[in-house]
């Protein structure tokens, strides 16, 4: 497995030099998603749906690839429970799209979401045995598009094998999860 994900450190390299500094490499740029709601209200489904395409226009970005790159824990380019890989290979890592259930690299986020109610704090949750996210509508109906993009992430790199501390600390804020879903949601909020 490293030395595949050393090819592809080489291979980011190789495509950021042709393609000019500054730009997405071509896997950007066919990134898509490939989202189904199991159950939940048509107003649930249709936020759920923006929230998709949010995603699917963030990730593609030039923005999204210097945020992840360059995002940085205690003065160093690095996540937090990172599995030992640099930024450029998390970056890639989220492109080539092959999670741990579905594990071809099919350059897409393959994810299928399933709605409950739960007075609780837990937003959503993941099971490495499955394909499907859970998402608790006491959250989803209050969250906003950027909200929900920014959940949806944050479980699919679940699903990707990126995982973080289960109780809070500071570092668990700068994981893969929280750190990536983090920069979806900010830039969710803005105009690309």
Do not use: C
């Not at 730009?23 to 998709?52: C, H, M």
């Not at 970056?91 to 399933?114: F, H, S, T, V, W």
């Not at 608790?136 to 949806?152: A, C, I």
């Amino acid at each position: 497995m490293m030395k595949r994900i050393s090819t592809l450190s080489l291979g980011a390299l190789l495509l950021f030099s042709r393609s000019g500094l500054g730009s997405v490499p071509s896997l950007a740029t066919t990134w898509t998603t490939d989202v189904l709601v199991d159950n939940g209200s048509s107003t649930q489904r249709d936020k759920i749906d923006r929230a998709e395409q949010k995603v699917r226009e963030i990730v593609r970005s030039e923005a999204f690839k210097d945020r992840v790159i360059n995002f940085t824990y205690n003065g160093a380019k690095r996540f937090v429970d990172n599995g030992g890989l640099t930024n450029t290979q998390i970056y890639y890592k989220i492109l080539n799209g092959a999670e741990r259930l579905l594990p071809a690299q099919d350059n897409e986020m393959d994810l299928k979401i399933k709605t409950y109610y739960q007075a609780s704090s837990t937003v959503g949750f993941t099971s490495s045995s499955s394909m499907y996210i859970n998402m608790n509508t006491k959250f989803l109906n209050s969250y906003t598009v950027p909200e929900t993009s920014k959940t949806m992430m944050h479980e699919w790199l679940h699903k990707l094998g990126f995982n973080h501390a289960v109780y809070y600390s500071t570092g668990r804020d700068y994981s893969v999860p929280y750190g990536v879903g983090r920069i979806v949601m900010e830039l969710a909020r803005t105009a690309l």
